[in-house]
């Protein structure tokens, strides 16, 4: 291997994106896209299994819980249950929702009384969404306030922010979307201006070439990964439970994945925007579907759940939620397959994209 | 000694055979000339040679022999290629000066600031060393990507058509340098164009449709053809006729003349039952003031450089004007200006008698002018047709308009039965007159064009001016045209010659040639250009 040649390309390529201006997407879409998808992600969300436990029998309590039949959003069930077993029905998935009306309720209206909700907190999206339409229906319905309690079958995240749940899985999309794009375009474009003559009739290896193209995009998204760890924990206040090292080097592979693709398909394209468009495509959409944003990854049905495990994005949100909600790092075994998974997809697909990369006209 | 033993060389893509059963062999230090017709597979075979395309047979460099790019790689450090077209191997966001540490360190080369000063200086570049790629001027880029290719001082250098766009002054000052690396053991395949060029070489061979048909000295080449040469030029269904000379199969009662290479090309085609194209371009009149454009004192300048420092210019009704220019002298620059595609830093510009100044009056400029920009600008991904009814589309005309006239000019240019190609599968000469035909789709008064005929073999070329000139009788329309073939300055009625962004001359072609008796066109052009050094 030539230094020599890896640096002319590094040199130029460095170049190249900051005159070019690319650089400034480079730093602005990831924080773009988290930005807008951490704050803008809301689901509409119906049929909550709801059940409502009235112990005032007033007027108004009936009052309200028509109101809650009334809408699609919740399927209502008017049930006499204890505290106890109604968080059972939570914790056993039988009901998303439990709403408690206390005794004397409507006769201490005025002095404060309040309502106790309980929400599934195990999608902690649908669960705020849920908790904004309660909210919107008895403050806006009966001007009542209230404490809305969120139980979580899985309680790391009791704290019930969906930022929580939203903004540690927008890793997953951003470096799987963002880096493959800019690898491919970066090589494609060689092959648009007619640039790569360079290449094919220089002494250079194959090995060189590519190593000296994917370093750039993956040096530059290396400082993303700081930069939106500080948005999350800054901006979205996140906590961070887990090891920093573990979050930094798994992220690291998980770009050498996506720079992979994005080579990939720069072999089968021949346009810039044609790479531009073939690399967002193939990535935005598993990056999206089982990213664990949506919907998280045990309650998939069959087909989807097997499909979750093709693409890379579950196991590195997996180990990426770990890191700032739970912290068990490797001390869990799955945390570790999974990262052993992600280097070998990291290997197999630059060897793959090395070996189809052909060091001649087509 | 041989240096390179080419075997039944053949390359293909997909179905298309781009060459065939190729052998030849190259000696030591020997100068190897390719020509022949846009498509004809030279570049192929070059490829081939320099290891970047895969070829069937085999080629034998010094001892080592190779049959893929694969094993091509062993020689690569040995070999230069310039591929063709308009500075392909450059990056537009690197500098000049980036350019040279780029491809140094890319061969694993010394710093030679002597050889890199003088490579500089023959380019014209020196000066111009941190200016970006993406800013040079067409034959800027040339002259840049070929000086690069010679950087690594290679033991075979392969130049496809290097000199396309390049002005008369560099071409010279190329053939200098070859030789001079020929001195020092170098060998070269070079292809060209450029027929004056082609004659200095050791041997030429000869290319058509995809086989090698023959080879050897320029002397020889045109000893077979001077049966067939005339003098003059005539209108005929049968003879080619182009830069004073006509070439026939059947005897003439004219003048035998003394013959050059591109007398090969016309002949080769005539035997090969080609005709000349009819351009049937119907007469009209058009009603239109005698001043088309007129320029006064126009300035362009790129931060402190001044690329057009106050240009007069004149372009009367039917008028056929020639921009001539060493690289970089600021034809393309000025023509931007007459076009409003760069605003004009000083100066005044009137178009059918009307200043030019505000936006509106910069669209209506743009709907009475035809443009062929030096690159043609084609949309590869769009065929022939669909490229020129975007283009109608663009210019407003509605969809039978459009139809009605793309039929028209695909038939009265020639081109109609690639209407369905894509650009890049049609030969360039094809190419040039279809952007042409995009550039009057709206009927303009007056065409700009900028170096149409660069890259675009002669048969196309006698073609092309044909076309142009009939453009003009017949349809009055003016025309502006860029050109480095000095041969084709005598089918303008009028030239006006660029220096560093100065016009340095401005007068009618037989003007000139009274003032300078007895030389072509090349020479009073290298003349002009000389007397006017130290202004
Ligand atoms: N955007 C730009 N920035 C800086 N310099 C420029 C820019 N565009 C053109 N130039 C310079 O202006 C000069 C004139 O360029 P122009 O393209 O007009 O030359 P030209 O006469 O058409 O040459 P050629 O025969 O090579 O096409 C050149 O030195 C070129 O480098
Ligand atoms: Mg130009």
């Known amino acids: ?362 | 000694m041989e240096i390179l033993k080419v075997k039944n060389v053949s390359v293909s893509y997909g179905k298309k055979i781009a060459i065939k059963n190729a052998s030849f062999s190259l000696k030591d230090q020997e100068i190897l000339g390719f020509i022949g017709a846009d498509g004809a597979g030279k570049s192929s075979l070059l490829h081939a040679i320099a290891g970047v395309v895969s070829f069937d047979g085999e080629i034998i460099y010094k001892n080592y022999t190779y049959h893929s790019p694969k094993e091509a790689e062993k020689i690569k450090n040995e070999i230069s290629l310039m591929p063709q077209g308009l500075g392909l191997v450059l990056y537009d966001f690197l500098s000049v000066k980036e350019h040279f540490d780029f491809f140094r360190d890319l061969r694993g080369l010394k710093k030679d600031e002597e050889y890199e000063k003088r490579l500089l200086k023959m380019a014209g570049l020196y000066e111009f060393q941190d200016r970006l790629a993406g800013n040079l001027s067409g034959g800027m880029r040339q002259k840049l990507s070929l000086i690069l290719s010679l950087l690594a001082r290679p033991k075979l250098l392969i130049l496809d058509e290097p000199t396309t766009g390049v002005d008369p002054i560099s071409r010279a000052e190329l053939w200098d340098i070859v030789n001079e690396m020929r001195e020092e053991g170098m060998s070269a395949i070079i292809s060209t164009a450029y027929m004056s060029e082609a004659s200095k070489m050791d041997r030429i061979m000869l290319f058509d449709e995809g086989e090698i048909i023959a080879s050897g000295r320029a002397d020889e080449l045109i000893e077979n053809i001077k049966d067939y040469t005339y003098e003059g030029e005539i209108e005929s269904k049968e003879c080619f006729s182009f830069n004073k000379r006509t070439y026939c199969l059947k005897p003439l009662n004219l003048k035998k003349a003394t013959p050059t290479l591109e007398g090969v090309f016309f002949v080769n085609a005539l035997k090969k039952g080609k005709k000349p194209i009819i351009f049937e371009i119907p007469k009209k009149q058009i009603d239109i003031p005698n001043i088309i454009v007129e320029a006064k004192c126009l300035t362009k300048k790129f931060g402190a450089f001044i690329a057009d420092n106050c240009i007069n210019l004149e372009l009367k009704k039917g008028e056929i004007l020639g921009l001539l220019g060493a690289n970089g002298a600021g034809k393309t620059t000025l023509i931007k200006m007459l076009l409003g595609l760069y605003p004009i830093d000083e100066g005044e510009l009137y178009l059918l008698g009307k200043r030019i100044k505000s936006y509106e009056d910069r669209i209506e400029l743009k709907s009475k002018i035809g443009y062929v920009s030096q690159k043609f600008a084609l949309y590869k991904d769009l065929t022939i047709r669909e490229n020129l009814e975007y283009f109608a589309k663009m210019h407003g005309l509605n969809m039978s308009e459009s139809s009605k006239k793309i039929k028209e000019y695909s038939q009265m240019l020639g081109f109609e039965e690639y209407m369905d190609n894509f650009p890049k599968e049609v030969p360039l000469g094809i190419n040039q007159r279809f952007s042409v035909a995009a550039a009057l789709l709206h009927e303009p008064v007056v065409l700009f064009l900028d170096e149409p005929t660069s890259g675009v073999d002669t048969v196309a070329r006698s073609a092309f001016w044909k076309l142009i000139r009939k453009l003009k009788a017949n349809m009055g329309i003016s025309i502006l045209i860029t050109t480095h073939y000095m041969s084709e300055a005598e089918y303008c009625d009028r030239v006006a010659v660029l220096k560093r962004g100065v016009k340095i001359v401005d007068d009618k072609v037989e003007n000139l040639h009274k003032k300078y008796p007895g030389l072509d066109f090349e020479d009073i052009f290298l003349n002009i250009y000389k007397e006017k050094q130290n202004k």
């Not at chain 1, 009542?144 to 929580?164: C, G, Q, V």
């Not at chain 1, 979050?247 to 998980?254: A, D, K, M, R």
């Not at chain 1, 693709?261 to 999206?288: D, K, R, W």
């Open chain 1, 1 to 362: 291997m030539k230094l020599n040649v890896i640096r002319a390309y590094l040199k130029k390529e460095f170049i190249d994106l900051i005159r070019n201006k690319m650089i400034i997407l480079t730093y602005l879409i990831p924080t773009m896209i988290l930005i807008l998808f951490g704050y803008g992600i809301k689901l509409e969300v119906t049929h909550t299994r709801t059940i409502i436990i009235d112990h005032d029998h007033s007027k108004l309590s009936l009052e309200i819980i028509n109101k809650f039949s009334h809408t699609k959003y919740f399927d209502v069930k008017v049930k006499n249950l204890t505290y106890k077993q109604a968080l059972h029905k939570i914790q056993t998935n039988q009901a998303d929702m439990i709403v408690i009306i206390p005794p004397s309720f409507s006769k201490n209206l005025y002095k404060g009384a309040e309502i106790g909700v309980f929400i599934d907190g195990s999608f902690p999206l649908r669960a705020v969404t849920l908790q904004g339409y309660v909210e919107k229906l008895l403050i806006h319905g009966f001007n009542i306030k209230l404490p809305i309690k969120i139980e979580n079958r899985n309680f790391f995240n009791e704290s019930m922010r969906d930022y929580n749940a939203v903004v540690p899985g927008l890793f997953g999309l951003i470096f799987l979307v963002v880096p493959a794009s800019l690898a491919a375009i970066i090589i494609v474009k060689e092959k648009e201006v007619g640039t790569i003559f360079n290449f094919y009739s220089a002494p250079i290896k194959k090995v060189e070439f590519i190593i000296a193209k994917l370093i750039p995009p993956f040096l530059f998204h290396s400082l993303n990964i700081f930069i939106l760890l500080l948005w999350t924990l800054y901006l979205f206040n996140v906590p961070f439970r887990g090891n920093f090292f573990i979050f930094w080097l798994v992220s690291e592979i998980y770009i050498l994945i996506s720079v992979g693709i994005g080579l990939l398909v720069s072999i089968i394209t021949s346009t810039q925007v044609a790479a531009l468009v073939l690399s967002v495509i193939i990535t935005v959409i598993p990056g999206f579907l089982y990213s664990g944003i949506l919907m998280p990854i045990s309650s998939m049905d069959k087909e989807s759940y097997i499909e979750a495990h093709i693409f890379p994005v579950m196991y590195y949100n997996h180990i990426i939620y770990d890191s700032f909600l739970v912290g068990q790092g490797f001390k869990s075994n799955e945390n570790v397959l999974y990262f052993i998974i992600l280097c070998i997809y990291a290997v197999a697909l630059i060897v793959l994209g090395t070996s189809l990369v052909k060091k001649a006209i087509k």
